[in-house]
Structures are given as C-alpha cells and as structure tokens.
C-alpha cells in the first residue's frame, strides 16, 4: 500500500468564504442535496446503461428493469469513494473549499488521516476529471489512471512497481486563465539537458523544478524524485527563472509546499491550483459538490506489462 504523503500546509489567500448552506444543517438535508446532483429534476436512471425503468429495493438501492444492475444513487460517482456521510461529505468540501489541511479536516470532523486524505484525493480526481484534458492526464503518460478499478478509487495503481513516470506539465497564462499543459514528448531527463547545455534557467525547491519561459509556455514545471540529476541544474541566486504572472503569484508558494509529493500525483496538486485560479471568483463549494456528483469516467486501458 502506498504510504501516505504529509499535506503542505497552504494559506487560504484569496479565498472567498462561502455563505451559511442549508444542505449543512442536518443529515437529511445534506443527502437531498446531494441526489439534486446526482438526479437533477428527480430524474432517477441507470448508472449503468442510463435506462429510467428502475425497481426501489431496500436500504436505499434500486434495480434497473433493463440491465438488472442493482446500485445506490451514488454508484459510479466520485462521492462513492470514502464512505462518509452525506453531511460530513458537503462539511469537509466546504472546508476544502478554503483550503482547510487533511490534518484539520481530519481533528474537526473527527477521521483519521487516512479517510481525510482518501476524501481530500477523490475531490482532487474529480477536478481533473473535469480538465479538458482529462483523458490525457488520466492515460500512461501520468499513470494517474492505474488508482482506478472500474469506478474506484484504489490506493495503490495497478500495474504498480515499475518505473513512475515524471511527466512535465508547461503553464500557460493569458486574459486571467492558466492553462497546464501536460508536454507530451518532453521527458524530464530532457528539461535538464536543456538547463545542462542550452541555459534554460532552472529552480529547485525540493523535487519540485521549474524553469525559465519555454517556447509559449511561461513555465515548465515537473516533480521528480531521487532518479534525476538535480547536480546538474545551473545555480543561481537572482532568481530570474520565477514566472512573472498572476498564476505564480498565486500558486507559487503553494506549489513549493508540495515536497513531498510523489510525481504520479503531482498532476492531481497541479490541476487542483488551476481549478483554484480560474474559479478564484466563484464559490468552490457548489463547484466541488457538482463535481463530486458527476460519474466516474471510463480511463483509457493501461498496459500493464510496461515497466
């Protein structure tokens, strides 16, 4: 199993609080808000073949007429993972809204680390299930889609023990939106030949790298682990490889907290802080519950004999 990584602890700069929600005051509110999201209009369907002919079993769990599937309303969503109450889903979204640690979430609403964390990491793949390049970041250039059986979230990816891949994301700001690229063809080891031979400004903070702007990108930025070789980076003090935008100012601090983030879910971290930027202006809560709402979508097939 997969140890579990400490959170940085991020300030909640420029966040915009959210206001008293109804759907916090009990059990029962919390759960009929949710299943508004999950069958909007009180449309009930399949979440197998979508089919609306469905039989109502016991313990809150349907049949559907069609395929025979037998599920609950959350089945196949991001919200089935972690087994938490409705209420004390949509409490510890409020508070990851604001940027609230697993460590808080876990002592206020009385989880160990370990669900806090698993809770914390399923908001964090639904966000970038909703990137538009998603099924990219997802596929084996991240392995991202190997922590996925079926419609689960596992803690260890499957065809786990090879190599990791460190895949290496260029940040792109313009008219007050990011947009992360995941740099297909771009290996890490390559970023260094460019510092090693070509001056592309680099800066360190743990293992995570960033350089310089790179083609049309403003930054390049990966997250490496022991394998690279961070003695061949070009030291210097006047720190002329920080990105000069909006998104840095923003994420920059929070990035460098992440050092002990493992580069397979770095991507997670990344996709998080541009969510974070470009919906700086709105409420994050009713986004996240949304999101959390949706279906988990099919990942592309891994090949599990490569290393």
Same mark, same amino acid.
């Given at each position: ?59 809150? =769990?349907? =049949?559907?007429?069609?395929?025979? $599937? ?46 806090? $964390? ?58 007050? @939106? ?25 800066? =360190? ?42 998104? @840095? ?19 997670? $971290? ?20 949304? $999101? ?16």
């Amino acid at each position: 199993m997969e140890s579990l990584p400490e959170e940085p602890q991020l300030a909640p700069e420029g966040q915009h609080p959210v206001p008293d929600e109804p759907c916090l005051a009990s059990e029962e509110a919390a759960l009929a808000h949710l299943l508004e999201h999950c069958w909007p209009g009180g449309r009930s369907f399949c979440p197998r073949c979508g089919g609306g002919r469905l039989y109502e079993l016991s313990a809150g =769990r349907w =049949r559907c007429a069609g395929c025979k $599937y037998t599920f609950h309303p959350f089945s196949g969503r991001w919200i089935n993972n972690g087994n938490l109450t409705p209420l004390t889903w949509l409490r510890l979204l409020h508070m990851y809204a604001g940027e609230a640690t697993v460590h808080t979430l876990a002592a206020e609403l009385g989880l160990s680390y370990n669900a806090a $964390y698993k809770a914390v990491t399923t908001a964090r793949f639904a966000i970038l299930a909703h990137a538009p390049d998603a099924r990219q970041l997802l596929g084996p250039e991240t392995g991202l889609g190997g922590y996925l059986k079926g419609k689960k979230l596992t803690g260890e990816p499957r065809g786990g023990g090879g190599q990791v891949p460190i895949p290496v994301f260029g940040i792109l700001e313009r008219n007050g @939106w990011v947009f992360i690229d995941l740099v297909s063809g771009l290996s890490a080891e390559t970023v260094f030949h460019f510092n090693h031979n070509f001056h592309l400004r680099i800066e =360190r903070s743990g293992n995570l790298v960033h350089t310089a702007p790179y083609r049309h990108y403003d930054a390049l930025v990966l997250c490496g682990d022991d394998s690279l070789p961070y003695e061949y980076i070009r030291r210097r003090a006047d720190g002329q490889a920080e990105p000069k935008s909006e998104f @840095w100012k923003f994420a920059g601090g929070r990035l460098r907290a992440f050092k002990g983030v493992s580069p397979q879910r770095f991507p997670l $971290y990344l996709k998080e802080l541009e969510f974070r930027f470009n919906h700086r202006r709105e409420n994050l809560f009713a986004t996240l519950v949304r $999101y959390l709402c949706d279906m988990v979508p099919d990942v592309p097939e891994l090949d599990e004999s490569r290393p």
